[in-house]
């Protein structure tokens, strides 16, 4: 028992590892999109739809992947999507258009799955009453990713632009490859059932009907929208409000800009985005990676008094924290004022993310785990969708604070729906009100 426990331990912390590295280099990029889609003459629109189109991507393939996964096993998922990163990053390195950027994005897109398949990785190695503890570790890993990544960015992206960037994440990408392959035993057993093939409609509908996890597939459809529309318009934003030499005006038409930023300009917001997302990463890998589980009953059970917080609880408290963080946004009179509001961000994410997710793999049928996670990636997919592309039509049409206002409203919509959710839910095999 102590070896499989050993075991069990070593998996989790190859895992932790192939998804830190994977989410630095995608940490690395996100946060300078913005920044390059207005290089390269795009509207806040168009830079919304830049982000939007690597999600539509992984809203098309997440379930493919995670069937696959149940089929075929997770490592050789895990090996072809991290190739197909390290293509979408080269081709990002060198894109001089916005049509190769779009090309770049939709390259990447298709392998952009492989989170939830690390996270039916996870639940396949752990036990259901560990499993919150193994999920925080992905959350901790994002969390990693988003210090590391938004930080490293902003440096590259002021020093050599796309090309420093693009090469530095593909590096990262390779690198990845290489140690999955050495590293990463299988998890799913030659005797474990694989999932039937359907249609992913299908699958979709299968993941709506079961009890919990459907509800919590609107939820992260609801809450990814909001926190998107923060994310695809954030560096646009801080372009026409917060730089040391002034705002730059974004004048223009729904899809390009009637004039660039100039590079000094540019390599400015690079820097400020890029530390800005680096506390929402400190924020969150602190929380995920130790608060966090020990709230979600992963902690020492045997301290007197001790009493775990449930996932629906904490997953409220994410979408209020979150639309108190958006609502004060667009109010920050200086650009110091923002670290807090993104410490919100940040709290309100940690909170929401992990608990979902948890939630949907202790609820999901153990035959068909691997397809439920995926369908849940689809629809956090989905709302990185429709989130950046409504966050730029709002910013062109009605100025810049309607995004965050509109995200707001909808956060605190998620936290009266999660209301619902919390009075009902129940841990799998446990009572109301057992802490073990």
């Known amino acids: 028992m102590e070896e ?17 590295l994977d989410l630095i280099g995608f940490g690395i990029l996100i946060p300078q999109l913005g920044v390059y889609g207005v290089k390269f003459g795009a509207s806040p629109f168009t830079v919304g739809l830049l982000l939007s189109v690597y999600s539509l991507m992984q809203l098309l393939f997440a379930p493919v992947l995670g069937r696959l996964s149940d089929r075929y096993g997770r490592r050789p998922v895990l090996l072809l999507s991290l190739a197909g990163s390290m293509a979408g990053y ?69 020093w050599g632009g ?21 590293y990463l035993a299988e998890s799913r057993r030659p005797d474990s059932p694989a999932m039937a093939p359907g249609r992913r409609v299908r699958g979709a509908l299968f993941s709506l009907r079961l009890p919990v996890v459907g509800l919590c597939l609107v939820l992260i459809l609801v809450f990814n929208t909001a926190f998107a529309q923060m994310e695809g318009t954030f560096s646009v934003y801080l372009l026409s409000r917060f ?57 020492h059970r045997s301290e007197p008094g001790y009493r775990p917080v449930r996932e629906g609880w904490l997953m409220v408290v994410g979408f209020a924290v979150t639309a108190l963080g958006l609502a004060l946004l667009p109010l920050a009179p200086s650009y110091a004022w923002l670290f807090p509001v993104m410490g919100l961000l940040a709290v309100g994410s940690a909170c929401t993310t992990p608990s979902l997710s948890t939630l949907v793999s202790l609820n999901a049928p153990a035959d068909r785990l691997g397809a439920v996670l995926g369908s849940y990636q689809a629809f956090g997919s989905l709302g990185r969708i429709l989130g950046p592309a409504l966050g730029g039509w709002l910013f062109t049409g009605f100025g810049p604070g309607a995004p965050y206002g509109t995200a707001a409203a909808m956060m605190g919509a998620g936290a009266l729906l999660g209301l619902a959710l919390a009075a009902r839910v129940r841990m799998p095999g446990a009572s109301v009100g057992q802490s073990s």
């Open 4 to 20: 499989g426990s050993d075991r069990r331990r070593a998996s989790l912390r190859v895992v932790f590892g192939i998804v830190t």
């Open 90 to 158: 080269l081709l990002f390195a060198f894109a001089h258009s916005l049509p190769l950027l779009f090309l770049a994005r939709i390259i990447d897109g298709v392998s952009g799955g492989n989170i939830a398949t690390a996270q039916a990785y996870v639940a396949d190695v752990t036990r259901p009453e560990d499993r919150a503890r193994g999920m925080g570790l992905i959350g901790a890993a994002f969390g990693l990713g988003f210090v590391l990544g938004p930080a490293l960015g902003g440096f590259l992206g002021a």
């Open 162 to 182: 796309n090309l420093a960037i693009g090469l530095f994440a593909a590096g990262l990408a390779a690198l990845n490859l290489v140690f999955t392959s050495l």
């Open 243 to 299: 730089l040391s030499s002034g705002p730059v005006p974004l004048e223009g038409g729904l899809l390009f800009l009637s004039a660039s930023a100039s590079p000094a300009d540019l390599a400015q917001a690079s820097l400020r985005t890029g530390g800005l997302f680096a506390v929402v990463g400190v924020v969150s890998a602190v929380l995920q990676g130790g608060v966090l589980p020990r709230l979600l009953g992963t902690g």
